[in-house]
């Protein structure tokens, strides 16, 4: 039987992403409540690697005033944006313009090279925001263009922040659903050694997805941290690869955050966490225009300078640890490399 705090977001072709109140983690009068709440969260992330959150704490106003700053970012000159572009995967912050990545899970630079020649290009632009304040890897800001651009890095600044504290409790849930002490990812995610990152979807006429039926805003792939916070405006778009092979839609619910699994949090589970292959595509529309997209995704991932391991609790003579120990820095960076 469900909590109350918990009902369905998406249920199709043996996909169930649930829907919960996190306010009843977060605000639990009592430790059953919190309890199972925290149970649920990690249920969903067991069975379909998503679930939604409505009460997380971050407010409509701060979230609108988010999509706010970063559309106005997209509007500028895109000479001001290449000024600001990504550089390295170390770095991982700055301007990416439409065409640079090609959002996938292979590794291989053959196969990825394939993959851009079958479905071409992910139709987005983006911006990286990272943990500030790291030595030798700066953030690029706009501020030096103008006030507006003073203004945009204060508010990304505080956004990060809020999110990132956001994070700390999600992971505090799963070490609750886990049996562990709640406080034990603490140590993980008290840097903030995350990524801010705006989308922009530009308009794309219907005819560019008619000429080439692969054609898709963000290919299929996982993402690759502990877990990912997705923000979305209600055009829609993102599919979710159900355990029957099919991709079905996540569509917005309002004043909801998507959040998913990523490939180091399934590592760091011993798979008994599930990363989810996922993808943006064309909006519906009934005009030969599909309106822009914008999204806010905030990727998690531990400290880079922590160790990852297999979490107690999720091996054992029985079920062996899968993976060797990696640095989060590390993995980062290899799996970076290979996208852009």
């Avoid at 990060?160 to 609750?176: F, G, N, W």
């Avoid at 008994?272 to 806010?296: C, F, G, L, M, W």
């Amino acid at each position: 039987m469900k909590p109350s705090a918990v009902t369905s977001a998406v249920s199709s072709d043996n996909l169930e992403i649930p829907l919960i109140d996190f306010s009843s983690f977060l605000t639990a009068a009592d430790e059953a409540t919190k309890r199972t709440t925290a149970q649920a969260i990690l249920d969903g992330f067991q069975r379909a690697g998503f679930i939604y959150l409505k009460n997380h704490g971050i407010t409509p106003p701060e979230i609108k005033e988010a999509f706010s700053e970063s559309a106005k970012f997209f509007k500028r000159p895109k000479a001001q944006k290449l000024e600001m572009g990504w550089t390295t995967p170390e770095a991982n912050r700055g301007y990416s313009q439409p065409g640079r990545e090609k959002t996938t899970d292979a590794t291989d630079p053959s196969e990825i090279e394939k993959i851009r020649e079958k479905e071409g290009v992910d139709l987005k632009e983006s911006f990286e925001i990272g943990r500030e304040g790291e030595e030798d890897l700066p953030n690029q800001w706009p501020d030096r263009f103008d006030q507006e651009g003073k203004v945009f890095k204060e508010k990304m600044l505080q956004f990060h922040d809020r999110v990132k504290q956001l994070h700390m409790q999600i992971m505090r849930a799963i070490a609750v659903g886990l049996g562990i002490e709640e406080t034990w990812f603490d140590g993980y995610t008290s840097r903030g050694d995350n990524t801010l990152r705006l989308l922009h979807y530009p308009e794309v006429k219907s005819e560019v997805f008619q000429k080439n039926a692969n054609t898709v805003r963000a290919g299929a792939h996982t993402d690759y941290g502990s877990i990912t916070c997705l923000f979305q405006d209600m055009a829609g778009g993102l599919q979710v690869l159900s355990p029957n092979g099919n991709y079905i839609d996540a569509k917005p619910i309002e004043d909801t955050i998507v959040v998913n699994a990523g490939d180091l949090l399934a590592r760091w589970s011993n798979d008994t966490i599930k990363s989810t292959k996922h993808r943006v595509v064309e909006p519906p529309t009934t005009a030969n225009v599909h309106p822009a997209r914008y999204s806010i995704a905030y990727f998690c991932n531990p400290n880079f300078d922590r160790f990852i391991e297999a979490i107690p609790g999720t091996f054992s003579e029985s079920r062996p640890k899968k993976y060797p120990g990696i640095n989060s820095g590390d993995y980062l960076v290899q799996r970076l490399a290979a996208t852009y």
